[in-house]
Nanobody, 119 residues
Framework: QVQLVESGGGSVQAGGSLRLSCVGY????????MKWFRQAPGKEREGVAI???????SYADSVKGRFTISRDNAKNTLYLQMNSLKPEDTAMYYC?????????????WGRGTQVTVSS
């Protein structure tokens, strides 16, 4: 059974930093296609950052230059380093993973970790 467990959320002031973690249980993080999403109250879920099987990454324009997605294969963990946080970054953050990279569907989801940024 696959489980993704996020942690690292919290409350910070604007300009601060947080690092989110997503540990895979029953799922090998290395060379997989994974993504961080976020959803703010009353808003649609949006993709934040992607890491592909070859390690290539891409980011939403709203976080480019501030957020970094990475993974530690030894710890089987996906990360999202968030710097220069803004109040508009406030949301529940989720990690998601594909069972097959060629699929368009993210099959596995964590329960999320809350990030709150105050001005």
């Amino acid at each position: 059974q696959v489980q993704l467990v996020e942690s690292g959320g919290g409350s910070v002031q604007a300009g601060g930093s947080l690092r989110l973690s997503c540990v895979g249980y029953g799922y090998i993080v290395s060379r997989k296609c994974m993504k961080w999403f976020r959803q703010a109250p009353g808003k649609e879920r949006e993709g934040v950052a992607i890491i592909d099987s070859d390690g290539s990454t891409s980011y939403a324009d709203s976080v480019k230059g501030r957020f970094t997605i990475s993974r530690d294969n030894a710890k089987n963990t996906l990360y999202l380093q968030m710097n220069s946080l803004k109040p508009e970054d406030t949301a529940m953050y989720y990690c998601a993973a594909k069972s097959l990279c060629w699929s368009s569907d993210y099959n596995y989801w964590g329960r999320g970790t809350q990030v709150t940024v105050s001005s």
